[in-house]
């Protein structure tokens, strides 16, 4: 299959803010089996990632491939690029008259577009688990099976902290992307996940511990990749998930056809497991068909991106 970019053109778009668009490319990247002969899988790319999920340099190539978590040789595979990622040149100046719900539709609409009715499943890590949700809840039969990881149907008050610090790193710092990201890792990681790491050891050619050393380097290599404006609009989607609202979310997250896969990760600092649980515990009282797995990890949030094996035992039985 092509792993070409592909584009989709939307025409008259308006966000929820009321924003309109005459014309949004919407791009996207094909994986495995050709369009139409084999059910389809949509994989949503996290903050700093995009449509480039399998492949040589595909950021998710250990779970999705030939004979892999999520088999290529049995699987169609759609990556959608959040509009403003700037994978595909597109930048977006005016990010908050965006919010993740804008996104979720989007990718609906290129799913009409492209005449794919259901999917076989939705599944995304951290912001991609969030709009997962939030295409659930719009289009409650959009998928067989829907499998938020490190995610969560709503952005927490810890969450909006976070990105709120972050924003202003991105809008006061002299190094906004690289200064942002240092920060962004301390959220990503835990405590155990540094000290097994480094262990308090000295770069000697440096003169500072590994750690800085380590903050500085993903520093320097987000800043090489990924642009100011882009961050500025992946951080503020992170921030804006709400697939429902909290008074009456029970309601309308039973709404949802698919079997739905909470996939959390026992010391995420982000998307805390506690917050999954308790969706978990209230959803299973409806008719919702609902499962919960957790990955034990000392290192927290990034764990869906280090625990390959735990990920693979979770996710493998859905993709059989």
Not at 54 to 77: C, H, L, M, P, S
Not at 219 to 225: A, D, E, F, N, S
Not at 251 to 278: G, M, T
Not at 292 to 306: M, P, R, T, V
């Amino acid at each position: 299959m092509n792993q070409e970019l592909s584009y989709i053109h939307v025409k008259d778009f308006t966000t929820q803010s009321g924003f309109h668009i005459s014309t949004l490319q919407l791009s996207y990247q094909l994986f495995g089996l050709e369009l139409g002969t084999a059910p389809v899988v949509l994989v949503n790319h996290a903050l700093t990632a995009n449509s480039l999920v399998a492949g040589e340099y595909g950021w998710w190539n250990q779970v999705i491939g030939k004979n892999k978590t999520i088999d290529t040789n049995k699987f169609t595979i759609i990556s959608f690029n959040i509009p403003g990622n700037g994978y595909d040149g597109l930048l977006i100046e005016n990010y908050q008259d965006f919010v993740a719900k804008d996104i979720a539709n989007l990718f609906l609409i290129g799913l009409r577009k492209l005449g794919i009715l259901q999917l076989h499943s939705i599944i995304g890590g951290s912001l991609g688990g969030g709009i997962a949700w939030e295409m659930a809840v719009l289009n409650p039969d959009i998928a067989q099976h829907i499998i938020p990881i490190a995610a969560d149907w709503k952005s927490t008050d810890w969450l909006i902290a976070n990105c709120s610090i972050q924003e202003q790193f991105l809008l006061n710092s002299k190094n906004p992307v690289h200064d942002a990201r240092m920060h962004a890792m301390m959220c990503y990681r835990t405590p155990a996940s540094y000290k097994a790491k480094f262990n308090r050891s000295i770069h000697e050619e440096l003169k500072i511990f590994n750690i800085e050393s380590w903050l500085f380097h993903h520093g320097k290599k987000l800043q090489k990749r990924f642009q100011l404006s882009a961050y500025k609009m992946m951080n503020h989607l992170l921030r804006t998930i709400e697939a429902t609202n909290s008074e009456n979310y029970l309601e309308n997250l039973s709404k949802i056809r698919a079997h739905i896969h909470i996939v959390a990760i026992d010391s995420d600092l982000f998307f805390l497991a506690a917050e999954n649980k308790e969706t978990y515990k209230e959803l299973s009282k409806t008719s919702v068909e609902v499962f919960y797995n957790e990955i034990k990890s000392i290192h927290g949030h990034d764990a869906f991106l280090i625990e390959f094996d735990q990920l693979d035992k979770i996710l493998r039985p859905i993709f059989k």
